[in-house]
């Protein structure tokens, strides 16, 4: 295994996705978890109690929920944190809530209940009891009708907003393999083939987004649902030997042709003298980060002989849906609230670069890790909660501030990833539904810390509750003056991904005695400068970054003025954003005192003039 991570990091794979467990240990595990999962009713048929954690210990004493509306809550809340109680008082952000966990949550609020209930309304409400008051006394909360319903069988279907961007940036490099995410997994000698393979084809019928393809017809672009009979899906059995499987590797990984399902591959390498490897390729227009998520579990599931629910929709029922929604002017709104942002003229984010700005846009990237410093952690979690903010708003405002401190601009903009599942109906749906949010703030000198993270809070809210409308369409009604060296809006992204206190049945996210089990290399970058957040137990940094703009050792001190910010703003909220400095007290001290030792002894019987004059005549021949 290292010797293959080794040779994959001296080759230029956009992404590989990478296993780090022991399959037969993993097997057992997702075998137990399926057996005690299968004892809890899906959300909408609550009713009986299955497997969960115990209530972790929180700040306030368990009391139990009594009115109808806070048992329901209550119902929502155990299913998706997966803990055997959750008392009325209970905050939501304390037992491991963030603001992309609101969203999901807020969509099973609004099935479960039949309510419609803003991202805002649940932060100001954050407990069962604040919530289930609001909600009851409140004349404004009106039944919801967005159900996605099954659409009749046709020769072709619509595509979603996300499959339109992916077919079309494909379009523009059909030999590239930039939106590829290929994964490997180790497995042991006595991995049966057959049950793999089967699992796989059951997984493939299972889900339609894995046998479907693409192609142009008068309407423009739409997606083609293949009958599993129709399609030529076989493991690939190859004999191989240690020194031939980064040649394997590079073999395998090729672009796709959108019209051609299915668009993912598989392979099973069996290393002479070392474990098999299993190979697995698919394009990004099918799936995204959390569909892999959906196939590493649904795999186990299926190879552990676990018979799961089916489906009551499709990708392509969710494509119909959202299109729909955008015809009749359900989200007109969130279109208005997108346009009022970038009415005013529109920044053009100037960082200080190693290297100039080459006349086409760069893909050659890096990437630097860092993880917070723990102590430093703990404060911030413990920041957060008591100033009501996510961490997710916290490390948010910080990459502003950063961004301010080296560019000296106080007009910002930043695109942030959201996973664009706010319907409950997605959760365990593999497909493409990752939409960017263009978050614009203003980190000028005269904010306190404070004042500047609870208008990003402010900001954050207001463009999760306008995350429907897609971003290419905002693009093209802001009729932008385009250009080949840069990105359209912003060169800048954040991610935010947590893991705390995870424990959800309610969406497929990592079991909670699971360790790190994914790793994408990338030696890619689509933008000047992105930065992915991972909280675990720990809070871990991926500073992404184009080689054709940055040095090494530049991000290496950006990343460092990122932590001595955080620091900062903890320990001193009340302090103004021109006062934050970019480097430690431990280096400014380094700085001024030890570095700025410079005092030497001279003779005081002559002059500077005359003393330079003496080392002249001293070192003629110099």
């Given amino acids: 295994g290292k010797e293959i991570f080794a040779r994959l990091m001296d080759e230029h794979y956009s992404q590989v996705f990478i296993w780090v467990r022991d399959l037969n240990d993993e097997l057992k595990q997702q075998l137990e978890i399926a057996k005690k999962e299968s004892n809890v009713k899906n959300l909408e048929q609550s009713g009986t109690e299955g497997f969960s954690f115990e209530r972790p210990e929180l ?71 604040e919530l289930a008051e609001y909600l009851d006394n409140n004349s404004s909360v009106r039944p919801t009708s967005s159900e996605i319903t099954p659409v009749e069988k046709k020769e072709y279907y619509p595509v979603s907003a996300a499959q339109k961007r992916m077919f079309v940036m494909n379009q523009m490099a059909l030999q590239s393999t930039n939106y590829n995410f ?29 046998r479907t393809s693409f192609k142009l ?61 299993l190979i697995v390729d698919l394009h990004h227009i099918i799936a995204d980060a959390m569909s892999l998520e959906i196939i590493r579990k649904e795999l186990f599931d299926l190879y552990s002989g676990v018979d799961l629910p089916e489906l009551t929709i499709q990708y392509k029922d969710f494509a119909a849906w959202q299109n729909e929604a955008i015809k009749s002017g359900a989200i007109e709104n969130q279109k208005k609230y997108w346009l009022s942002k970038f009415q005013n003229e529109i920044p053009v984010l100037e960082l200080p670069l190693d290297y100039t700005r080459p006349d086409v846009l760069s893909f050659e990237g890096a990437t630097y890790n860092m993880t917070l410093n723990s102590d430093l952690y703990k404060e911030i979690r413990q920041f957060t909660q008591e100033n009501n903010i996510t961490m997710y708003m916290f490390f948010l405002s910080v990459y502003f501030i950063m961004l301010h401190k080296y560019s000296g601009q106080d007009d910002i903009i930043i695109g942030s ?155 001193a909220p009340d302090k103004r954003l021109a006062s934050i400095n970019l480097i430690s007290e431990s280096e400014r001290a380094q700085l001024l005192t030890s570095f700025n030792a410079t005092e030497k002894s001279f003779r005081s019987d002559k002059t500077i003039v005359e003393l330079f004059e003496e080392q002249v005549d001293l070192c003629k021949d110099k």
């Fill in 59 to 129: 700040s306030v004493d368990y009391e139990a929920p009594v009115t109808k509306t806070e048992q329901a809550l209550a119902e929502v809340w155990k299913s998706f944190f997966s803990y055997d109680k959750i008392g009325i008082h209970d905050d939501f952000f304390e037992l491991g809530g963030d603001s992309l966990k609101v969203m999901s949550v807020t969509s099973l609020i609004q099935k479960k209940l039949n309510v419609s209930l803003q991202v805002n309304q649940f932060f100001s409400y954050p407990t069962i009891k």
């Fill in 217 to 277: 017809k008068d309407e423009g672009v739409v997606q083609v649902i293949h009958n599993y009979e129709d399609l030529l899906v076989k493991l690939i059995v190859t004999d191989t030997t240690k020194d031939q499987v980064e040649k394997e590797f590079n073999r395998f990984l090729r672009p796709f042709d959108l019209s051609t399902a299915p668009l993912f591959r598989m392979e099973l390498l069996q290393v002479q003298g070392s474990a098999s490897i």
């Fill in 182 to 210: 290929p994964f490997f997994i180790e497995l042991p000698d006595q991995m049966d083939v057959l049950r793999l393979e089967e699992a796989f084809s059951k997984l493939i019928m299972r889900h339609e987004s894995l």
């Fill in 417 to 571: 990833f959201v996973l664009g599942r706010n319907h409950a109906d997605l959760h365990n749906m593999i497909g493409m539904f990752i939409n960017t949010l263009p978050i614009r703030n203003y980190p000028t000198d005269e904010k306190t810390g404070l004042d500047f993270l609870n208008e990003v809070k402010q900001s954050a809210i207001e463009s999760f509750e306008n995350m429907d409308y897609q971003y290419d369409d905002l693009i093209d009604h802001l009729k932008l003056e385009r250009t080949v060296s840069r990105n359209a809006l912003f060169d800048v992204t954040f991610s935010y991904m947590s893991f705390f206190n995870e424990g959800s049945s309610s969406e497929p996210q990592r079991d909670a005695n699971t360790s790190s089990i994914q790793k994408f290399l990338n030696t890619t970058t689509k933008n000047d400068f992105n930065l992915m957040c991972t909280e675990d137990d720990e809070m871990a940094f991926e500073f992404e970054y184009c080689t054709k703009l940055f040095k090494a050792e530049t991000i290496e001190r950006m990343a460092a003025a990122f932590e001595a910010i955080a620091f900062e703003l903890v320990a």
